[in-house]
């Protein structure tokens, strides 16, 4: 068996222990004769990695009391129609700022839903960096303030964490799109009324949405919120309604026990920041290469970069994949290269694509 060090903005690499896990699971899990996939979700063996799962995360993110933890399906996209028929009844209008093409899409969604304020917008500037607060634009008195506070596509990651606490009546929550740098650092959910991520980067597989909603924003639902979707009624019953996707859970959940035996958030961020560090450095030293994002919003998790010269695209990503450094072309509405570093690549594959990167700018730049 040989694996690649796999860059992928997502679906991404897992723990390979986490693999190992499942695959010694795969058949039989923990003696019960059968595998997690094949379980009921109202059995007792079920509900105890479920509630496992909840509780690992809780810890790992310190969610406070009033905040109930949902496993929901739909993804990231999804939410962008979710979150609204949720939320955008709690007043008139939910205040948007755009950092990128994720915030956007979000933005134009939420509009079927009742009414929008572009709070700010970096567009025009080629999404390279974040607003400060201070220049938002925002309503009197939002439903809520959204934000994307890393944009995958981009590599724009916020820089500070939104204060709404003048706004309106001071009840406005920040509600945060967070699927691509959750759990790659430490962060004060008490900061924001509703934080969303899709599993497929840092979580777990593609099939589960995680939400932390505070709890005095349930029950606000518009009448053609379906009932799967009604946060109130999925917290009611321990995201059970419906079917969860067990499976997805269950290997979130032992993400998550790898997370803790990591040390946590605070060693997973140490950890984040020197692999950032260590790319951006080499982009940064080059002739070749380069960043532009603004030095204080780039991404940790996502690295977009571009070569000086496009003709040598084909040529890098050629000499990346023989050299086993995969899924590093950046998204096809940006171009150039992206290397997205979530919690599961080591070090040593960072250190793998920046020794390739000198190599590659020595020979043929
Ligand atoms: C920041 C962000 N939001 C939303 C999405 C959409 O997620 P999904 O494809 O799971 O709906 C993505 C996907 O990559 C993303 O990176």
Redesign the pocket.
């Known amino acids: 068996m040989s694996r690649v060090w796999n860059f992928s ?2 679906p991404a690499m897992l723990p390979e222990s986490v693999l190992r896990q499942a695959a010694e699971d795969m058949l039989d899990w923990h003696g019960c004769g059968m595998g997690v996939m094949e379980m009921s979700h109202r059995g007792k063996d079920y509900m105890a990695i479920h509630a496992q799962a909840t509780a690992d995360l809780r810890e790992l993110l310190d969610v406070p009391d009033n905040y109930k933890v949902l496993f929901l399906q739909g ?4 939410e962008n129609a979710i979150i609204p028929m949720n939320l955008i009844g709690r007043g008139a209008v939910a205040d948007f700022v755009i950092t990128g093409s ?1 915030s956007k899409k979000s933005e134009k969604e939420a509009r079927k839903y009742g009414k929008t304020n572009i709070a700010f917008s970096t567009e025009a500037c080629g999404y390279a960096g974040v607003p400060p607060m201070a220049e938002w634009r925002l309503s009197d008195d939002p439903s809520y303030v959204y934000a ?1 506070t ?3 596509v981009m590599g724009v990651e916020f820089p500070f964490v939104a204060d709404l606490a003048t706004v309106g009546r001071g009840q406005v929550p920040m509600v945060a ?1 967070m ?2 740098h959750i759990l790659s650092r430490p962060v004060d959910v008490s900061k924001y009324g509703l934080i969303y991520a ?1 599993a ?1 980067k840092n979580i777990g597989p ?1 099939g589960v949405t995680l939400v932390i909603i505070r709890e005095d924003l349930l029950g606000h639902a518009l009448p053609i919120c379906p009932t799967a979707f009604d946060y109130k009624i999925v917290a009611d019953h321990d995201s059970m309604y419906n079917t969860p996707p067990t499976y997805s859970i269950y290997i979130a959940g032992l993400v998550f026990q790898w997370l803790k035996a990591q040390g946590g958030l605070a060693e997973i961020e140490r950890k984040n920041i020197a692999k950032a560090e260590l790319l951006y450095g080499c982009i940064d030293a080059s002739g070749l290469y380069e960043s532009r994002v603004e030095k204080s919003c780039r991404s940790r998790m996502n690295v977009p970069f571009y070569l000086k010269d496009e003709a040598l695209n084909e040529a890098f990503l050629e000499g990346a994949k023989a050299a086993g450094l995969v899924q590093l072309k950046g998204h096809k509405t940006v171009g150039g290269m992206r290397a997205s570093l979530y919690n599961a690549m080591p070090l040593a594959g960072v250190q793998a694509l920046v020794d390739y990167m000198r190599e590659f700018e020595r020979t043929r730049g």
């Open positions: 903005a997502g993804g990231g996209i999804g994720w994307c890393n944009e995958t799109d699927s691509s899709g497929q593609a």
